[in-house]
């Protein structure tokens, strides 16, 4: 039995904790609803370059083509990466003036990778999904807004769980579902404890998830500070090298993990997440969970029989598990659904939370007001 001056310290914490994450809360329920369906969107939305229809069974050329195919385009960029539509038999070859890339100055050529004709350039554009993305990823301010709503959401988790130690006791001696309407505050008050424990698991769930995603910046740098010096630091200070095959550099990497798919290659570069004598090929799970969950594997680039596998830190791979929990895409559109559904849920909850308060205030200063207005010699009756 929890004692009156123990309830009273959870009411403040579950109050205070609640408003301090509200608004912030409530932004990221509203722009997380569109982004649930982020993918379908998208579809709907973008102009995107499709392949030309040919027969299923028509083969693709090797990604060395594909390659100098992009590189006759623009015979002065050097590519960067690559990257393997999964959906279409498509490439998408990054070029940039410079061997180092330099930000706004990417081309993206799509390429058929049956034929290897250039279709055209992804434009640099920022739709309305992106927007929206931004404002719910950090707010356009980078890393320090990201960190700030890893930090609501924790204040979001501590909300939850005071909110369960207050309202647990009162809510046992009603029947599960009652909404009682003698007065619109009561009514709002039993709706807002019974979404809120209905939705209870989904939304710490979702919270804690979206605060681990928050730092995947800093988690990816630690993880490189930790790994990457050793296993580069035969390379260091060599000139870059120039990949003899990348299409066995890719063919080897499937032969060695057949679980596993490639969805891009990056070329030998000096930059934060690359090798400068190292084809980096990146792959991911083949089943809706694992599919967010990337490795990738350091090939030489003269000879593709030659591959370094760096291991994931326990901290990333809880991070890219944290992905298609926070977003629910594991389990395609019937699941999407059911987290679009939790989302609306929430907003109730929360709106409903900050209704309840202002009315308490309100009511409070009105019966203070009445109070000192009963004292006051201009309210005594002549």
């Known amino acids: 039995m929890v004692s009156s001056s123990a309830t009273r310290l959870w009411v403040q914490i579950h109050a205070w904790t609640s408003l301090i994450s509200m608004i912030f809360l409530l932004m990221l329920c509203l722009t997380g609803l569109p982004l649930i369906f982020h993918d379908e969107i998208n579809h709907l939305l973008e102009d995107e370059i499709s392949a ?37 038999p498509l490439v998408v070859v990054a070029m940039s003036p410079t061997a180092i890339p330099v930000p706004g100055q990417f081309h993206r050529l799509t390429v058929d990778a049956r034929t290897g004709i250039v279709l055209g350039e992804e434009a640099p554009h920022q739709d309305v ?15 320090p807004g990201e960190l700030f709503l890893g930090l609501m959401g924790l204040v979001f988790a501590a909300s939850i769980v005071s909110g369960i130690v207050v309202y647990w006791p009162f809510m046992r001696r009603l029947q ?4 009682r309407d003698r007065s619109a505050r009561l ?19 979702v919270g804690l998830t979206g605060t681990i995603n928050t730092l995947a910046v800093p988690l990816f740098d630690l993880w490189r500070a930790q790994t990457m010096p050793a296993l580069l630091a035969p390379y260091q200070g060599k000139p870059l090298a120039e990949a003899k095959s990348v299409e066995a550099a890719v063919d080897a990497v499937r032969t060695a993990f057949p679980d596993r798919l490639v969805t891009s290659v990056t070329m030998p570069t000096t930059t934060r997440f690359g090798s ?5 090929v990146w792959t991911k799970g083949r089943t809706p969970l694992t599919a967010r969950m990337f490795k990738p594997v350091l090939v030489d680039a003269q000879d593709s029989t030659k591959m370094v596998v760096p291991e994931l830190a326990w901290y990333l791979t809880a991070l890219q598990v944290s992905r298609p929990l926070h977003f629910g895409d594991y389990g395609g559109l019937p699941l999407k659904i059911i987290w679009a559904l ?9 709106g409903s939370g900050l209704y309840l308060w202002v009315v308490k205030r309100w009511g409070g200063r009105r019966k203070l007001s009445g109070v000192a207005a009963s004292a006051s010699p201009l309210a005594v009756s002549p």
Do not use: C
């Open 129 to 143: 999904m992106d927007v929206i993305l931004r404002i719910h990823r950090d707010m356009f301010t980078g890393l």
């Open 187 to 205: 009514k709002w008050l039993d709706l807002h404890n019974l979404l809120g424990i209905v939705t209870v698991s989904w939304a710490l769930a």
């Open 52 to 88: 030309p229809v040919m027969p299923p069974d028509t083969p693709v050329l090797p990604i060395d083509r594909l390659i100098a195919a992009a590189r006759k385009q623009l015979p002065e960029q050097h590519a960067l990466f690559v990257t393997l539509k999964q959906a279409e």
């Open 342 to 350: 939790l989302d609306v849920i929430t907003i109730v909850v929360l």
């Open 176 to 179: 599960f579902g009652t909404v």
């Open 276 to 280: 400068p004598q190292h084809v980096m």
